[in-house]
Nanobody, 124 residues
Framework: QVQLVESGGGLVQAGGSLRLSCAAS????????MGWFRQAPGKEREFVAT????????HYADSVKGRFTISRDNAKNTVYLQMNNLKPDDTAVYYC?????????????????WGQGTQVTVSS
């Protein structure tokens, strides 16, 4: 069992930045690929970014490529999502997720563990 707790959400103006954190506990963090997903009101959950167990491989949704950066610190059991040049369309609840994998994992259905989410609101 893995417990995931997100933090770092908040209200920011368009063009601003936020850094989300996801702290993991319960199992060997370095065995897990990690992902960030988001869900806006009235919309389906969508993939944002994923990172492999070592941090050596990453993959991003086209909508955030060049603006968001996913990273991890296995010594701290934490994965991060640095979000720059935020837009109102980035407003959503952001979730981190974990699954045992050697690579990156894009599909939400493939993840085994999820956090409770953190709200990000971008004002125009």
């Amino acid at each position: 069992q893995v417990q995931l707790v997100e933090s770092g959400g908040g209200l920011v103006q368009a063009g601003g930045s936020l850094r989300l954190s996801c702290a993991a506990s319960g199992r060997t963090f370095s065995n897990y690929a990690m992902g960030w997903f988001r869900q806006a009101p009235g919309k389906e959950r969508e993939f944002v970014a994923t990172i492999s167990w070592s941090g050596g491989r990453t993959h991003y949704a086209d909508s955030v490529k060049g603006r968001f950066t996913i990273s991890r610190d296995n010594a701290k059991n934490t994965v991060y999502l640095q979000m720059n040049n935020l837009k109102p369309d980035d407003t959503a609840v952001y979730y981190c997720a974990a699954v045992i994998s050697w690579g990156t994992v894009v599909a939400g259905k493939d993840y085994d563990y999820w956090g409770q989410g953190t709200q990000v609101t971008v004002s125009s």
